[in-house]
């Protein structure tokens, strides 16, 4: 898992590029009434520009681009992972769904802001925030953050020890 502030759901569409899309598990309006809504690759962009920081907390995964026919509906017994997750904000046993084949499955609060990422493969993580962490930013210490025993803040160009935490607030309080 990797805890963040200051990634948004639009940095992961390079990474979202050959997934078939997303299915939003929490946060907008279409879900409280569906449970669940599966947004396309295609429609990616849309939803990227959206105000989901205005959504307050929401969560989403990804799916495999084969997946998207064979998707159930939202209460079907295959998809209880992804409830539970919509409702905890943590896995409840593992973060790959089957019926997904996810690679992500992640947990925000105002876009930005907040977020929890659980990956399936730590090799789809270091690509991800190869491609999202601008090089002008910093050096991420990529095997640190694998093993979980750092954290880090990037600021200047330079990457900061931080301790590993949840409370966003308190790093940020700190540091801006």
């Known amino acids: 898992m990797i805890v963040a502030s200051g990634i948004e759901f639009r940095d992961f569409l390079p990474a979202l590029l050959d997934a078939g899309g997303v299915l ?15 947004v396309p690759r295609q429609q990616l962009p849309t939803l990227a520009s959206e105000d989901i920081a205005a959504w307050g907390s929401h969560a989403w995964a990804d799916y495999a681009d084969d997946a998207a026919a064979a998707l159930p509906p939202p209460d079907d017994a295959r998809l209880a992972e992804a409830r539970y997750f919509a409702r905890h904000g943590t896995p409840q046993h593992q973060p790959r769904i089957a019926v997904l084949r996810n690679r992500f499955i992640a947990y925000a609060h105002d876009d930005g802001w907040y977020l929890k990422l659980f990956y399936s493969a730590w090799s789809d993580v270091a690509d991800f925030l190869a491609a999202a962490v601008p090089a002008a930013i910093g050096a991420l210490e990529v095997t640190s953050l694998q093993r979980g025993d750092a954290g880090c803040w990037l600021q200047g160009g330079v990457a900061h020890a931080e301790v590993k935490t949840h409370d966003i607030d308190s790093v940020l309080n700190r540091r801006l």
């Open 24 to 38: 939003l598990l929490k946060g907008d309006a279409r879900v409280a009434q569906t449970g669940m809504l599966h």
